[in-house]
């Protein structure tokens, strides 16, 4: 094969190829508690998305939105058990990240829920390292070798995946509307290093712009494709 051809080649495989991000977990969804009779409107690898009622938010909602995150932003102790400065480190940069996407996006923040307003939630469902998804280089057969003797001996990073878990309710009764878990990456690591609050950044930025990327999805203006 032409070195030309090779290249091709390994290009579409990068492009094409598996990814080694994990997919969402939907038995440990199923098992939770429904507090509204959700469907399903996004499904993907990385998403799941779902609404109660199928006309947009804005049909009843102004763009004005409460954000309501947890003290801890986790669901549960194990997924990320740090000190209580990493967390408010965290906190304030996620709060941070969203005030900043909805307020760009025209979103009139709230102090506390009112009529008419949209109530955000959002906590951290998972967190997970996989190996770096491999470069073009690697998807060659002999780079493939490599990539995968690196990671067996050590050398070869890892990727920090984060799950966030999205609700959006009624400002004034409380009831659900909407909610999503969407994946999202960090920092690339070493294997044997332990995650850093800061490794988790890009995740929380990543996340904020999705949310505010769905929410946009539901005020188009009237007359929009």
Known sequence: MHIKELSILSLSMALCGCSMAPAIDTTELSTRPATAPLQIIERDEGTIAWKKY???LSSKHDK????????????????????DADINKLLLHFRGQLERQLSSGGYRLVNRPTPGALSL?????DLQRKPRDPNVTEYIPIGMLIGLSLHVTGVRDETLYVFFDSEIRDGTSGE?????????????????????????YPALDASALQIRERLDREFRPKGSA
Do not use: H, M, Y
């Not at 409460?66 to 740090?82: C, G, R, T």
């Not at 939630?121 to 469902?125: D, E, K, L, P, T």
């Open 121 to 125: 939630r959002v906590s951290i469902a």
């Open 54 to 56: 199928p006309a947009p």
């Open 64 to 83: 004005s939105i409460f954000i309501d995150l947890p003290k801890s932003l986790a669901n549960n102790e194990q997924v990320f058990s740090e000190s």
């Open 176 to 200: 659900t509307l909407a909610r999503a878990v969407d994946r999202a990456k960090g920092r690339n690591i070493g294997q044997s290093d332990k995650p850093t609050v800061e490794d988790i």
